[in-house]
């Protein structure tokens, strides 16, 4: 296309946008029509792309990170030929594949979902990464974001790891329109503030017209040219972009035209222009990873093993069985054991240093191009990323997650430390699956079968030695649980997970010699939960005490409880878990202090049991 032409097509994209906004009566068409000659400008000359075939290993990946600009990427689909003009009309509308942020899970050629602003960036590296030391394909990574975003800090991590990495592959779209959605941003129309701290990072910058495409190719161009470096194109733009009484206006954020007809033929009326967009080249297809029979390693029931070392174990001897498992780690892959992975396969570790955010989205992203992602890091630190955990969902990504150190038993490190929100935080996101495993044998089963999973995985793993319970054979189905202690004469149940399984089992034994027999319920799985092994105890018993390395809402003790609530009577219910601040001190000495070692776990059972006899 001519100059003529490429300001033709950000016409209609800013057309459309405003008439795709104005039929669903809510959207952002002042959002995307700042950017709109951007798009067009990378639509019609440096995108390579085949809609028709959104899998193929040469396609460049775009993503919108200022995902409520979605009326301008539907825009651009349209003038792609990949929608018409009807479905465009059905934005915003219960059913429709245009909604308001784009997600994956609707269309097949977004690559992440957006909307919380700061996350395109950083799952933009994690494909680029994947590009540059996976896929080996050339493909580019095309990155338009806002200016408003930038003032997160995952949108540093992710400069500062680009890079690190040399993402000469990854290419930054900043649309500076200077207005956020309450008023002006930070910096305003400042470029060069913008520009100084890409810089700083190391990026190759490039400040431009947004608004004058000539200028706008020559930016692109140079971006594809430039080596061992990414580059960010810094582009000062109008929002509203060619309407005169919304452009550069405050208030009029999220807000459809006031009056779209009039704006529609102030900016020359509806067109229909196509755009030819470029092929991808020819290239092999993604090589079929290898899979081969996994040979996870085994212990000795008796052995005294870290569920983290397990972990470390197990996750190498995977990557040996399976080229698609790759690992993720947060500069702690001496305390997770993930380095066991690093030394075996070095080419599918990735360092991600003290970003977790950043460690999460480029899980997204690697995911994204078909690996299978293990990312690990404390448990604790996981909530710093839970943001980019919940947004992964909405993609419908497939990653593991693994958190160490969790609950009081690591001991003397304190509270800072301590994972004891973990199993809350990861239960309530959507179709997550949520393992604790007590020993190594079951960790490395578990470990294996996350492999399969779809959704979000998330594995808890200690610190501290736990005794190997489990022979190597036994079988740990995903939503099972172990029944470890049980008669005819048991009068209540136990039900731990982790660390608490061994002391359920300690306190069982006491309880037993004092002619008090308990049922004990290994309870691994804590999302999907065994409700089936739970009805049957609770018939059998008639109370269920749980006790958990955590704090008490949202853990092991809730997960239990909504397994009865499908309106079948309810057992007698209690609950040990962590509910005071912990200090330092030892793990023995922590988990008698939170009331939930086998000396508190013994006493409470036989208050419950003097209770129940109580006429």
């Known amino acids: 296309m001519n100059t003529g032409e490429l300001a033709d097509l950000g016409q209609q994209l800013r057309v459309d946008s405003v008439r795709a906004a104005a039929a669903a009566g809510s959207g952002h068409p002042t959002s995307s029509m700042s950017a709109a000659d951007l798009m067009a400008v990378l639509l019609a000359h440096h995108l390579r792309y085949d809609f028709d075939r959104p899998e193929h290993p040469g396609n460049d990946r775009l993503v919108l990170s200022k995902g409520h600009a979605s009326p301008l990427l539907y825009a651009a689909y349209k003038a792609a030929g990949a929608i018409d003009d009807e479905e465009l009309f059905t934005f915003r509308e219960l059913g429709s594949r245009l909604e308001g942020h784009p997600t994956p899970q609707r269309l097949p050629w977004v690559e992440t979902a957006t909307g919380s602003l700061g996350q395109g960036l950083p799952v933009g590296v994690g494909i680029a990464l994947s590009g540059k030391r996976l896929d080996h394909t050339g493909y580019r990574v095309w990155v338009l974001t806002g200016d408003s975003e930038l003032a997160e ?29 309450r008023g002006p941003t930070r910096h305003g129309h400042d470029l060069d503030a913008y520009a100084r701290r890409f810089q700083a990072f190391g990026w190759h910058t490039v400040e431009v017209d947004g608004h004058d495409v000539d200028a706008v190719d020559r930016a692109f161009a140079e971006a594809r040219s430039t080596a ?28 459809p035209l006031p009056e779209a007809e009039d704006a529609v033929a102030e900016l020359g009326g509806e067109r229909t222009l196509r755009v030819e967009v470029h092929e ?31 972990y470390g174990h197990a996750l190498a001897a995977l990557g040996s069985a399976r080229g698609d498992v790759v690992a993720l780690d947060g500069e702690v892959g001496d305390s997770t054991r993930a380095e066991y992975f690093a030394k075996e396969h070095p080419d599918r570790y990735f360092e991600c240093y003290i ?37 992964a969902s909405v993609s419908g990504a497939r990653i593991n997650l693994v958190g160490s150190h969790a609950g009081v038993s690591i001991g003397q490190d304190g509270p800072s430390q301590m994972g004891l929100e973990d199993l809350a935080m990861m239960r309530a996101v959507h179709g997550s699956t949520v393992l604790h495993p007590c020993d190594a044998n079951q960790t490395a089963r578990l470990v294996a079968a996350m492999a ?9 793993t200690l610190r501290g030695k736990t005794p190997v319970i489990y022979g190597p054979e036994e079988e740990f189905p995903v939503g099972g649980s172990k029944v470890l202690r049980a008669s005819g004469r048991d009068r209540l149940t136990l039900v731990a997970a982790g660390a608490t399984v061994p002391e359920a089992l300690t306190a069982a034994d006491t309880l037993a010699a004092d002619g008090i027999d308990v049922r004990v319920i290994d309870l691994y799985s804590v999302k999907p939960v065994d409700r089936h092994t739970l009805h049957r105890a609770a018939e059998a018993t008639d109370c269920l005490l749980t006790v958990e390395d955590h704090h008490p809402e949202g853990g092991l003790g809730d997960a239990v409880a909504e397994a009865f609530a499908d309106g079948r009577p309810v057992p007698r219910l209690a609950r040990l878990a962590v509910r005071t601040m912990p200090g330092s001190a030892s793990p023995e000495e922590q988990l008698h202090a939170a009331g939930i070692d086998a000396e508190a776990i013994a006493a409470a059972a036989k208050l419950l049991v003097e209770e129940a006899i109580v006429p």
């Open 228 to 255: 061992g470096q990414p580059t960010a194109i810094i582009a000062r733009t109008l929002k509203g972009k060619g309407v005169h009484s919304v452009e550069d206006r405050e208030g009029l954020h999220g807000k």
């Open 452 to 460: 399969g999973l779809d959704g979000i995985g998330y594995l808890r």
């Open 280 to 310: 991808p080249p020819a290239v092999r297809a993604l090589h079929s990873m290898s899979t081969a029979p996994v040979g996870l390693p085994t212990w000795a029931t008796g052995e005294e093993i870290a569920t983290r070392d397990a």
């Open 355 to 391: 970003a977790e955010q950043q460690m999460i989205a480029a899980a997204v992203g690697i995911a994204t191009r078909g690996r299978v992602p293990y990312a690990s890091t404390f448990a604790a630190f996981l909530t710093r990323a839970y943001d980019f955990i919940r947004m």
């Open 153 to 181: 800090g995952s949108v540093w991590e992710a400069a500062e790891h680009a890079a690190h990495e040399h993402l000469d592959n990854l290419t930054a779209i900043v649309d500076v329109n200077r207005l956020g959605q």
